[in-house]
């Protein structure tokens, strides 16, 4: 939710970025405020993912800045570890290791990474875990269970590093439907305890019940942002107006 004194989290100016002949981002800028839902949404292609990966330091910029928590993203001596300790990011596809158990797999970057106390770890693992409601699959395989609940073992590995943000991208994209829910739920559960969330997704009712503030993205650049009541009711530029046309 949105704080009355509101202090800007992750901070982009007019980045933009280029692969190759192609800029894919021309210009994009947006404040994200400390325990602030962002969703962003837009067609395929226009740069959603590679507004996240630029954040992560996963992409380099061509131009303009990033500065998140304090830490500047493009700076040559940027501490990328230092970086995405504080940022979380959970994909589409969730890439547990299989031959590892879920405790395990949430454990993993914790002890190797961070070189943490490995009952402190365990202790938050298994927090975390019956956050994601999941403590009884504790000892379970990641092939032993279904896609929402692989994928809530992957926020909870990303939790466990203790991150400042959490971006997920289109995380439920690749689910059942049925497991739809159950993943949107925990994500609704990091948000309600005041992480700072940006999230890329398809799913609009989740996006506008969620969301402090809506950005729309098309070919690159941030068409328009709004609350979710008036970005949803009452867009304002024909790209948007067209892409909500064809998604509600
Ligand atoms: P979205 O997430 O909105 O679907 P992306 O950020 O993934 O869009 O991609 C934006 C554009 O950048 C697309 O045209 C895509 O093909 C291109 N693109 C993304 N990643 C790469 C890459 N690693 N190399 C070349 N082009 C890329
Ligand atoms: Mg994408």
Request: hydrophobic fraction near 40%; proline fraction near 4%; include cysteine.
């Given at each position: 939710?949105?704080?009355?004194?509101?202090?800007?989290?992750?901070?982009?100016?007019?980045?933009?970025?280029s692969?190759?002949?192609?800029?894919v981002?021309?210009?994009?800028?947006?404040?994200?405020?400390?325990?602030?839902?962002?969703?962003i949404?837009?067609?395929?292609?226009?740069?959603?993912?590679?507004?996240?990966?630029?954040?992560?330091?996963l992409?380099?910029?061509?131009?303009?800045?990033?500065?998140?928590?304090?830490?500047?993203?493009?700076?040559?001596?940027?501490?990328?570890?230092a970086?995405r300790?504080?940022?979380?990011?959970?994909?589409?596809?969730?890439?547990l290791?299989?031959?590892?158990t879920?405790?395990?797999?949430?454990?993993?970057?914790?002890?190797?990474?961070?070189?943490?106390?490995?009952?402190?770890?365990?202790?938050?693992?298994?927090?975390?875990?019956?956050?994601?409601?999941?403590?009884?699959?504790?000892?379970?395989?990641?092939?032993?269970?279904?896609?929402g609940?692989?994928?809530?073992?992957?926020?909870?590995?990303?939790?466990?590093?203790?991150?400042?943000?959490?971006?997920?991208?289109?995380?439920?994209?690749?689910?059942?439907?049925?497991?739809?829910?159950e993943?949107l739920?925990?994500?609704?559960?990091?948000?309600?305890?005041g992480?700072?969330?940006?999230?890329?997704?398809?799913?609009?009712?989740?996006?506008?019940?969620i969301?402090?503030?809506?950005?729309f993205?098309?070919?690159?650049?941030?068409?328009?942002?709004?609350?979710?009541?008036?970005?949803?009711?009452?867009?304002?530029?024909?790209?948007?107006?067209?892409?909500?046309?064809?998604?509600?």
């Amino acid at each position: 939710m949105k704080a009355e004194n509101a202090t800007p989290q992750v901070i982009l100016k007019d980045v933009r970025k280029s692969y190759g002949q192609l800029e894919v981002l021309k210009g994009i800028s947006m404040s994200v405020n400390r325990s602030e839902i962002v969703s962003i949404i837009g067609p395929s292609g226009s740069g959603k993912s590679t507004i996240l990966r630029c954040i992560n330091a996963l992409a380099p910029v061509n131009a303009g800045s990033i500065n998140v928590a304090g830490i500047e993203v493009n700076d040559p001596k940027l501490d990328e570890r230092a970086l995405r300790r504080r940022v979380g990011m959970v994909f589409q596809s969730y890439n547990l290791f299989p031959h590892r158990t879920v405790l395990q797999n949430i454990m993993m970057a914790p002890l190797q990474v961070l070189k943490q106390n490995r009952a402190d770890v365990e202790q938050r693992a298994r927090a975390l875990l019956a956050k994601v409601r999941l403590s009884e699959k504790e000892n379970a395989y990641p092939g032993e269970l279904s896609g929402g609940q692989q994928q809530r073992v992957a926020i909870a590995r990303s939790l466990c590093m203790n991150p400042e943000v959490m971006m997920f991208d289109e995380v439920t994209a690749a689910l059942d439907p049925e497991t739809v829910k159950e993943v949107l739920t925990t994500i609704r559960d990091v948000a309600a305890e005041g992480m700072t969330c940006i999230l890329v997704t398809h799913e609009m009712r989740f996006a506008r019940e969620i969301s402090d503030t809506v950005y729309f993205t098309d070919q690159g650049r941030i068409v328009e942002s709004n609350n979710p009541k008036d970005f949803f009711e009452n867009p304002q530029d024909d790209r948007t107006k067209a892409f909500l046309d064809k998604v509600l």
